[in-house]
C-alpha cells in the first residue's frame, strides 16, 4: 500500500463516516446565517411543585444544586447548565434537539418551575450546530462533544490530504487553478479578518 493510496483512502472513509456531521453542520449554518423572524417559542410547563434547598454563595459550586434540581423536575441523568443571574433564582437549563427543558427555582418562593419547549425545527437545528463542551456532564452529551472534536480534526486532515493529493497524484497538470483558488481563498479570507 503505498502513501497515496492510504491518503485518498483516509480521505474519502473519514468523509464518508462524518458525512451526517457535516451536513448538519452546513444545513444548519443557514438558519444562523439568516436570522429572520423566528416564531417564538412556546413552553409548557411540566411541574410546579415547592422546593427548598441551600444556594451556595459562589456561582461555581451551583453544579450540585442544580442536579438536586433536574432530580426533583423528573429528570435523571444528562447534561445541564446551572446559573443564578440574580439573588432571587437559579436556573437550570437541560438542552435537547427536541424537546429542551428550562427549571427555575424561586428561592423566595420556595417552588421550583419545569417548562418544555415544543418541537421548533429551526431552533433545534440551530441547537444541534451550537452545542458543544464537556462542561454539561452526561454521557451523551460528552459522547456529543468528542464527535465534534473528531470533526475538527477531521475538516483539518481533509485540507491536509487534500493539498497533498491535488501536488502529488499524477495528471494534475500545472495546477494553475489550484494555485488561484489557494490564493484567493486566502487573500478573501485575510480581508475579512483585517477589515472586521
Known amino acids: ?95 435537547n434537539f427536541l424537546h429542551p427543558t428550562r427549571i427555575t427555582y424561586r428561592i423566595e418562593d420556595h417552588r421550583l418551575v419545569a417548562e418544555q419547549r415544543a418541537f421548533n425545527f429551526r431552533q433545534s437545528l440551530t441547537g444541534m450546530h451550537t452545542r458543544g463542551g464537556y462542561n454539561l456532564g452526561g454521557f451523551w452529551d460528552s459522547l456529543w462533544a468528542v464527535f465534534v472534536d473528531i470533526v475538527s480534526v477531521a475538516l483539518i486532515l481533509w485540507i491536509v490530504t487534500g493539498l497533498i493529493m491535488w501536488w502529488k497524484l499524477p495528471g494534475t497538470g500545472l495546477r494553475r487553478w489550484g494555485w488561484l483558488a489557494l490564493v484567493g481563498g486566502a487573500v478573501c479570507f485575510g480581508v475579512l479578518i483585517a477589515t472586521l
Open 1 to 95: 500500500m503505498t502513501f497515496l493510496y492510504f491518503l485518498r483512502r483516509t480521505h474519502l472513509y473519514l468523509g464518508l463516516f462524518l458525512l451526517p456531521w457535516v451536513v448538519m453542520f452546513g444545513v444548519s449554518s443557514y438558519p444562523i446565517n439568516h436570522t429572520g423572524e423566528a416564531s417564538p417559542a412556546v413552553w409548557t410547563p411540566v411541574a410546579d411543585i415547592p422546593f427548598t434547598a441551600d444556594v451556595p454563595a459562589q456561582a461555581e459550586s451551583l453544579r450540585p444544586l442544580g442536579e438536586q434540581m433536574m432530580t426533583a423536575a423528573g429528570l435523571s441523568g444528562g447534561g445541564f447548565y446551572v446559573n443564578r443571574p440574580n439573588p432571587r433564582q437559579v436556573n437550570v437549563n437541560h438542552p
